[in-house]
Nanobody
Framework: VQLVESGGGLVQPGGSLRLSCAAS????????MKWYRQAPGKEREWVAY????????KYQDSVKGRFTISRDNAKNTVYLQMSSLKLEDTAVYYC?????????WGQGTQVTVSS
């Protein structure tokens, strides 16, 4: 199982970014996917969830209405569209799946929101 995130960067408050997570080594279309983040000095926290078929999504309250999770099962990729970014969204963002009885994580992509 391999998860590779990309799309992070430096953005001003109010700006937007789209993160991608390319998956391989498992049956992506049958796997629920999640995005997590970890800010400096804080524990990793769940951000968003999408079901295997994409029909069900859930969000942490602090990102509702600003972030959108989606997936393309033909491309084995899950996305996180982030808008109206705030300083407190600064973190390393990780995609995650639970497969074959264990959790898998990517290496993370840094998102820095700063003026």
């Amino acid at each position: 199982v391999q998860l590779v995130e990309s799309g992070g960067g430096l953005v001003q408050p109010g700006g937007s970014l789209r993160l991608s997570c390319a998956a391989s080594g498992f049956i992506f279309s049958r796997s629920d996917m999640k995005w997590y983040r970890q800010a400096p000095g804080k524990e990793r926290e769940w951000v968003a969830y999408i079901s295997s078929g994409g029909g069900n999504t859930k969000y942490q309250d602090s990102v509702k209405g600003r972030f959108t999770i989606s997936r393309d099962n033909a491309k084995n990729t899950v996305y996180l569209q982030m808008s109206s970014l705030k300083l407190e969204d600064t973190a390393v963002y990780y995609c995650n799946t639970f497969y074959g009885g264990r959790n898998y994580w990517g290496q993370g992509t840094q998102v820095t929101v700063s003026s």
